[in-house]
Protein backbone atom coordinates (compact mmCIF):
# COMPACT_ATOMS: atom_id res chain seq x y z
CA UNK A 1 0.00 0.00 0.00
CA UNK A 2 2.49 2.30 0.75
CA UNK A 3 4.36 1.63 -2.73
CA UNK A 4 1.02 2.53 -4.08
CA UNK A 5 0.95 5.73 -2.40
CA UNK A 6 4.49 6.57 -3.68
CA UNK A 7 4.32 6.17 -6.96
CA UNK A 8 0.90 7.96 -7.01
CA UNK A 9 2.45 11.01 -5.28
CA UNK A 10 5.21 10.60 -7.62
CA UNK A 11 4.16 9.26 -10.73
CA UNK A 12 3.88 12.90 -12.14
CA UNK A 13 7.55 14.44 -11.27
CA UNK A 14 8.95 10.71 -12.70
CA UNK A 15 7.01 11.91 -15.96
CA UNK A 16 8.01 15.51 -16.05
CA UNK A 17 11.42 14.25 -15.55
CA UNK A 18 11.81 12.03 -18.48
CA UNK A 19 10.33 14.22 -20.59
CA UNK A 20 12.75 16.88 -19.61
CA UNK A 21 15.52 14.50 -20.30
CA UNK A 22 14.42 13.46 -23.32
CA UNK A 23 13.52 17.10 -24.98
CA UNK A 24 17.27 18.01 -23.80
CA UNK A 25 18.65 14.69 -25.44
CA UNK A 26 16.07 13.50 -28.05
CA UNK A 27 16.64 9.80 -27.16
CA UNK A 28 12.87 8.67 -28.50
CA UNK A 29 8.91 8.72 -27.73
CA UNK A 30 7.92 7.35 -24.77
CA UNK A 31 5.03 5.70 -25.08
CA UNK A 32 4.02 4.59 -21.12
CA UNK A 33 5.27 5.38 -17.96
CA UNK A 34 4.45 3.21 -15.02
CA UNK A 35 5.77 3.40 -11.18
CA UNK A 36 6.13 -0.32 -9.80
CA UNK A 37 7.66 -1.64 -6.71
CA UNK A 38 10.20 -4.02 -8.71
CA UNK A 39 13.00 -5.40 -6.08
CA UNK A 40 15.10 -6.88 -8.94
CA UNK A 41 15.98 -3.68 -10.89
CA UNK A 42 15.49 0.16 -10.77
CA UNK A 43 13.66 0.96 -14.20
CA UNK A 44 13.27 -0.54 -17.52
CA UNK A 45 12.34 -0.22 -20.90
CA UNK A 46 10.33 -2.05 -23.17
CA UNK A 47 10.53 -2.91 -26.68
CA UNK A 48 6.89 -0.79 -27.02
CA UNK A 49 8.37 1.96 -25.29
CA UNK A 50 7.12 1.99 -22.15
CA UNK A 51 9.50 3.02 -19.30
CA UNK A 52 8.66 1.43 -15.94
CA UNK A 53 10.38 2.73 -12.43
CA UNK A 54 10.68 1.26 -9.56
CA UNK A 55 9.16 3.44 -6.83
CA UNK A 56 12.70 2.37 -4.30
CA UNK A 57 14.34 4.70 -6.54
CA UNK A 58 12.21 7.30 -4.88
CA UNK A 59 14.46 6.79 -2.10
CA UNK A 60 17.50 7.44 -3.79
CA UNK A 61 19.11 10.87 -3.89
CA UNK A 62 18.24 12.92 -7.10
CA UNK A 63 21.65 12.64 -9.38
CA UNK A 64 20.89 8.61 -9.17
CA UNK A 65 17.05 9.06 -9.92
CA UNK A 66 18.24 11.42 -12.98
CA UNK A 67 20.60 8.55 -14.00
CA UNK A 68 18.27 5.77 -14.11
CA UNK A 69 15.71 8.03 -15.62
CA UNK A 70 18.71 8.99 -18.44
CA UNK A 71 19.82 5.29 -19.00
CA UNK A 72 16.00 4.14 -19.51
CA UNK A 73 15.78 6.70 -22.26
CA UNK A 74 18.95 5.97 -23.79
CA UNK A 75 17.51 2.67 -24.35
CA UNK A 76 14.53 4.21 -26.79
CA UNK A 77 17.61 4.91 -28.84
CA UNK A 78 19.79 1.22 -28.34
CA UNK A 79 17.65 -1.39 -27.07
CA UNK A 80 21.37 -3.02 -25.43
CA UNK A 81 23.82 -2.17 -23.27
CA UNK A 82 26.30 -2.07 -26.26
CA UNK A 83 29.27 0.47 -26.34
CA UNK A 84 27.09 2.85 -28.50
CA UNK A 85 24.93 2.53 -25.40
CA UNK A 86 27.05 3.48 -22.49
CA UNK A 87 28.33 6.29 -24.70
CA UNK A 88 25.14 7.82 -25.25
CA UNK A 89 24.66 7.16 -21.39
CA UNK A 90 28.18 8.97 -20.69
CA UNK A 91 27.27 12.33 -22.96
CA UNK A 92 23.65 12.56 -21.27
CA UNK A 93 24.92 11.86 -17.64
CA UNK A 94 28.59 12.58 -17.33
CA UNK A 95 28.90 10.83 -13.79
CA UNK A 96 26.80 8.13 -14.48
CA UNK A 97 29.37 6.07 -12.79
CA UNK A 98 28.85 7.62 -9.40
CA UNK A 99 25.08 6.92 -9.48
CA UNK A 100 25.84 3.35 -10.52
CA UNK A 101 28.10 3.32 -7.33
CA UNK A 102 25.75 4.74 -4.83
CA UNK A 103 22.64 2.48 -6.34
CA UNK A 104 24.82 -1.18 -5.70
CA UNK A 105 26.19 0.41 -2.57
CA UNK A 106 22.46 1.43 -1.07
CA UNK A 107 19.81 -0.76 -2.33
CA UNK A 108 19.89 -2.60 0.06
CA UNK A 109 18.13 0.23 2.10
CA UNK A 110 15.96 1.88 -0.82
CA UNK A 111 12.92 -0.87 0.00
CA UNK A 112 9.68 0.19 0.86
Not at 3 to 9: C, D, F, Q, V, Y
Not at 67 to 73: F, K, P, S, T
Request: include cysteine; hydrophobic fraction near 40%; glycine fraction near 2%.
Amino acid sequence: MVSRLLAKRYKERIIDKLHFFNSKFNLGTINQVRLKNNSTNWGSCSSKNNINVSVRLLLAPEFAVDYVLIHELCHLTHRNHSKQFWDLVAVCSPQYMKAEKWLKKNSSSCII
